[in-house]
């Protein structure tokens, strides 16, 4: 046995075929149960639970802080003007011009997607993707970037549903103690829907329970197997749909259009900023992919149900950003880890909504099945790459151990709920958002690039959907996700760099021995 020299173990890549026949294994093999309809309900599940109830409400107002500092300024903010802001600015009114911006991106990015999910339809998504294109390097960094993204992403959903379970709770009359249902890391502090302050900035002694039991039982669902976690997700869907529109409809009859001037009040730059929080939110078609090899037909029905995803969930993204605009000041929603069920709470408090109290409790009750199945999704995808990542053997083997009666990843799965129920018990939305953001838009860009790669390397393989227009989709991909990255603030692509830093301090004194590159006989 001899040691495979290091640049070429780098830049070593998995044939496709290769890729395909391992997930063939028994021992590594996943049920195939998903049908193209599941798989636009699961990516609708983890786009609008996410996003409409919970962070729209930071990428509208985004977030003040006293004084001016570069590390809280948007990176291209920064570099065109040579000031530091005071926090990130929110889009207003405008995010509708944001949502915009972010579905022609994912336009771009779901094509690629879905050009790739046909051709692997293994399990792990952008990080397999990488690693039949872009060599084993780039597959450990965009794995260890896509374990953040999941990571940080369910955490922000977790903690927007502990927000909507204190205002379930609220409606029934019932006031837990408030240290048991808000995050023990508070940054611009706590208040009610007055304006009075409940806790001051900074750590204090509790623990969100909610957000930490929430991710638990997921969990346990998820370890059962695919079948019970798909169907219970189907019906949730079905109730956030309902409870979307009614917030719509109910809402349009209050629409004050004086709260829309000025519809643009941070300019372009918080078009961009509100773009570039709101479209983690987006990554609903990558679980999608993630869950490929479990599909019954991948090539039909993965570019189906992406393309199905972006479709219905930028509708209604559109819907209730011009609505929530209309109905509430921009500014009321910052930090409201709830903005679209308090809105509706303040507009029953006066003359002439008291019909909302039941309206409320309705969009309550599919905001907090939506939060549940956008946490059972993106659990799904995180636990399937930390598998794929076991199966290649970057990570230990014991991620990539299948329960022999449910036959699904058991050991990865805990291990992710884990470490998402705890964070989720101690930080705030605004602190877990952003990472998940920067993590996101550097997952996209690997995966365009790797279209471009695979169509120069393997014109002549199958592909059961192939993005139109030739390289223009790929390449504008690419250039459109990184000026969403530049719209991030300084201090969030310093703790990306640093993520992807620690990862390469792991891979090179552990992974890069043990993977099947390691050595060639």
Excluded at 96 to 117: D, K, N, Q, R
């Amino acid at each position: 046995m001899r040691r495979t020299a290091l640049p070429s173990q780098l830049l070593a890549r998995k044939s496709i075929d290769k890729l395909i026949r391992e997930s063939e294994e028994p021992e590594h093999s996943l049920k195939k149960t998903l049908g193209p309809w599941s798989l636009t309900a699961l990516g609708i599940g983890a786009v609008i639970g996410s996003g409409i109830f919970t962070v729209i409400g930071t990428a509208m107002a985004g977030q003040k802080f006293d004084e001016p500092n570069i590390r809280d300024t948007p990176l291209l903010h920064y570099l065109i003007h040579h000031t530091a802001l005071a926090g990130r600015p929110g889009a207003g009114p405008a995010l509708a011009l944001s949502l915009v911006l972010v579905a022609i991106v994912c336009v771009f990015t779901g094509l690629c997607y879905a050009e790739l999910a046909s051709m692997i339809p293994i399990a792990g998504s952008a990080y397999t993707y990488t690693y039949a294109t872009l060599g084993e390097l780039t597959a450990w960094i965009i794995g260890w970037d896509l374990i953040l993204e999941y990571a940080f992403s369910n955490m922000s959903v977790s903690v927007g549903f502990a927000a909507h379970i204190v205002d379930l709770l609220d409606w029934f009359g019932l006031h837990p103690p408030l240290r048991w249902i808000s995050p023990a890391y508070l940054p611009t502090g706590l208040q009610d829907l007055a304006g009075n302050d409940l806790y001051q900035s900074g750590w204090h002694f509790g623990f969100n329970i909610p957000a930490f039991l929430v991710v638990m039982i997921l969990t346990v669902i998820l370890v059962r197997g695919i079948r019970e976690s798909a169907r219970a997700n189907n019906i949730m869907v079905l109730v956030k749909i309902a409870a979307i529109l009614v917030f719509v409809f109910a809402g349009a009859s209050f629409i004050k259009p004086h709260y829309w001037h000025p519809f643009m009040p941070n300019g372009w730059t918080g078009v961009l900023t509100g773009g570039s929080i709101i479209f983690f939110t987006y990554i609903g078609f990558d679980s999608v992919s993630t869950a490929a090899e479990e599909c019954k037909n991948p090539q039909r029905d993965l570019p189906f149900g992406i393309l199905a995803t972006l479709v219905a969930c930028t509708v209604l993204y559109g819907a209730v950003a011009i609505v929530l605009s209309g109905i509430v000041p921009w500014q009321s929603v910052m930090g409201d880890a709830a903005p679209v069920v308090n809105a509706l709470k303040r507009l029953s408090l006066m003359p002439g909504g008291a019909g909302l109290v039941w309206v409320r409790l309705f969009v309550l009750i599919g905001a907090i099945l939506g939060m549940i199945s956008s946490i059972l999704v993106f659990q799904l995808g995180q636990a399937r790459v930390w598998f794929a990542m076991s199966r290649d053997g970057l990570l230990p083997a014991i991620f990539s151990r299948i329960h022999t009666q449910f036959r699904t990843p058991a050991v990865a799965t805990w291990v992710a709920g884990f470490v998402v129920g705890i964070p989720a018990g101690l930080l705030d939305i605004g602190t877990v958002s952003n990472l998940s953001n920067i993590g996101t838009l550097f997952a996209f860009v690997l995966v365009s690039v790797g279209v471009l790669i695979l169509r120069y390397r393997e014109p002549n393989r199958y592909r059961g959907f192939r993005a139109p227009l030739g390289p223009v989709f790929p390449v504008l991909s690419i250039i459109f996700c990184i000026v969403l990255m530049m719209g991030l603030e300084v201090i969030t692509w310093l703790r990306f760099f640093s993520w992807l830093a620690i990862g390469l301090v792991i891979y090179f004194l552990y992974s890069r021995h043990r993977s099947e590159f390691a050595g060639l006989r």
